[in-house]
């Protein structure tokens, strides 16, 4: 951190010591696992520079926007459109869920057998270490799972100003339906929180910086087909966690400012790992910040992740939304064509998702999927068995694994994942 902000986190509710605790081991993390890579990218600095603030001068930042009359909404899901919080005047964060805090206080509230996603959201709320959470003035939840539907209705009791949003699970006339009338009622929701109408020019216009931010996380995507690799799988995993809380513009040209110098890297056949490296694809459940333990594994052990199908990676930021509409109801109805592609497996059936696997398969040439589960996460695991089945019937080697955010099975992961890397050779 560049400044003291204790202030600033008393201020807000934490519990200094925990919060401390919890920045040293991120802060030790981080250094062991990014800093220590070779071959970075020089744009990485900028990732490094958000890591070493992400609780410091980015909180700051919310709490300057806060004093200057704008609203802060944090939410746990893809499913909460950016762009209809930005058109009503007040600025989206993502809650990050990727680690284990206060597990014993969570498990007085949630079965020991909750997805350790769920578990971390609440850990962070009972530890008093999330700035985000509480600098938030909504907090949005979903129906998705039904780990999540269940577990907001104990969150209501912890935080204040808890909206759940109801959200369809198959896609039909019906379901569309239900994702627009709750899209409207969210919107409606938005203008009483900010007291500011959505209007054709404001929708627009946020329609356009979230297309732009997620235009530049594409662009970096699509240059991970290269190889050698210009880019290793945990740095762009990085720049997609980072996606969801940093200010869009800035974000937005960072990553655009890396991607120049990716294909600099790409025309010299420069790369993070030597030509030919195994390449992976990780499919499955999202990793949320500071979750970086399935990469750090993979390109340990002599491989290279290449894409990421996951929440946190192309389900969730590919698909740009039309911003030719020129009222309100259009632009909702575009934003509702663009959410409703998004092929969580909390949906069923859920054919495209298993389409959309193959596919990034294909454009990042890679050379096997590691199916990544949480357990007891039930829409991702039962997924991974078809999904499994449907690739090797085509020939495509893919691992399975379930895990959670302990560090106690990365011995056993180590060995099978090095195993998986070997038939890949
Ligand atoms: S759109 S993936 S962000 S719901 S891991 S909590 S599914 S039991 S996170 Fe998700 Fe939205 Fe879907 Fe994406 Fe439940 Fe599974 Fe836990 Fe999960």
């Known amino acids: ?68 009359g704008r609203k802060i909404v944090g939410s746990y899901c893809v499913f909460v459109p950016e762009e209809i919080v930005l058109a009503a005047g ?20 949630l079965p020991r057998n909750t997805c350790a996603l769920i578990k971390s959201s609440f850990g962070f709320k009972l530890g008093k270490v999330c700035p985000y959470l509480e600098s938030a003035d909504m907090i949005v939840g979903e129906n998705t799972c039904d780990g999540k539907k269940k577990a907001y209705e104990s969150l209501g009791h912890l935080v204040k100003n808890l909206y759940v949003m109801d959200l369809p699970q198959v896609k039909s006339d019906q379901g569309r339906a239900l994702l627009k009338s709750e899209y409207q009622r969210f919107r409606t929701a938005m203008e009483a929180l900010t007291g ?19 235009a530049a996380i594409h662009r970096l995507s699509i240059l991970r087909k290269a190889d050698p690799a210009p880019i290793s799988g945990l740095d762009a995993l990085l720049a997609n966690q980072v996606f969801f809380y940093d200010n869009p513009a800035r974000f937005t040209d ?9 294909e600099k890297r790409i025309a010299e056949k420069k790369g993070v790992f030597p030509a030919g490296t195994p390449r992976i694809l990780v499919s499955g459940c999202p990793q949320a910040v500071p979750n970086w333990k399935l990469p750090f594994i993979v390109e340990t052990s002599g491989a290279v992740i ?68 949480l357990q007891f996460c039930q829409p991702y695991l039962m997924e991974s068995f078809p999904i499994e089945k449907a690739l090797e019937e085509k020939k495509i080697p893919t691992l399975r694994i379930e895990t959670d955010y302990s560090m106690e099975d990365v011995g056993q992961l180590k060995t099978r994942i090095e195993a998986f890397i070997e038939q890949l050779r």
């Open 1 to 68: 951190m560049t400044e003291d902000y204790r202030e600033m986190w008393t201020h807000l509710g934490l519990d200094l010591d925990a919060h401390d605790a919890l920045l040293g081991v991120l802060g030790g993390a981080y250094q062991d696992i990014f800093l220590s890579q070779k071959n970075r990218p020089e744009g990485m600095k900028y990732f490094d520079f958000v890591m070493s603030e992400v609780h410091g001068l980015r909180i700051k930042e919310l709490l300057d926007e806060k004093k200057a």
């Open 90 to 109: 007040a600025t989206l964060v993502g809650l990050c869920s990727g680690a284990d805090f206060a597990t014993p206080e969570v498990e007085k509230l």
């Open 196 to 214: 500011a109408a959505v209007t054709s020019e404001s929708l627009k216009q946020a329609i356009q910086t979230v297309n732009a931010k997620r």
């Open 254 to 262: 960072s990553v655009n400012q890396i991607c120049d110098e990716l």
């Open 306 to 373: 290449v894409g990421e199908e996951s929440c946190v990676g192309e389900r969730g930021a590919r698909n740009l939304t039309d911003a030719s509409g020129e009222t309100v109801d259009e632009m909702m109805d575009a934003i509702v064509d663009r959410y409703y592609q998004v092929d969580c497996a909390i949906f069923t059936p859920n054919p495209q998702r298993l389409e959309h696997i193959q596919e990034m398969v294909a454009t990042y040439r890679a050379d096997g999927v590691i199916h990544y589960g």
